[in-house]
Nanobody, 128 residues
Framework: QVQLVESGGGLVQAGGSLRLSCVCS????????MGWFRQAPGKEREIVAA????????YYANSVKGRFTISRDNAKNTVYLQMNSLKPEDTAVYYC?????????????????????WGQGTQVTVSS
């Protein structure tokens, strides 16, 4: 069974930075495609960034492009989301997700329905 545990959320002023971490445990999960999603109050969950299992191919939502960076350390089974120049509209619960459908693939996954495992979420609050 794969488990995802996020950490690193918190309260930050606009313009500040945070780094989220997601540790993925479970046999064979080191090379799953991974993603970060977020859900703000009253809004649907949306993709923020995604990364392939191998090759380091990445995807970013337009709203975070140039400010956020997704990366992974397969030796540590950890995926990171470095968030810079944070804005109040980045306030949300951030979720880490893993897709086992195409391990060891160069392809990232952007559709939430194609992810098989989800973390419990970590709150990010950006004050103005």
């Amino acid at each position: 069974q794969v488990q995802l545990v996020e950490s690193g959320g918190g309260l930050v002023q606009a313009g500040g930075s945070l780094r989220l971490s997601c540790v993925c445990s479970g046999r064979g999960s080191s090379y799953y495609a991974m993603g970060w999603f977020r859900q703000a109050p009253g809004k649907e969950r949306e993709i923020v960034a995604a990364i392939s299992g191998i090759g380091g191919n990445t995807y970013y939502a337009n709203s975070v492009k140039g400010r956020f960076t997704i990366s992974r350390d397969n030796a540590k089974n950890t995926v990171y989301l470095q968030m810079n120049s944070l804005k109040p509209e980045d306030t949300a619960v951030y979720y880490c997700a893993a897709s086992e459908k195409s391990p060891y693939s160069n392809n990232y996954v952007t559709e939430s329905g194609k992810y098989d495992y989800w973390g419990q979420g970590t709150q990010v609050t950006v004050s103005s």
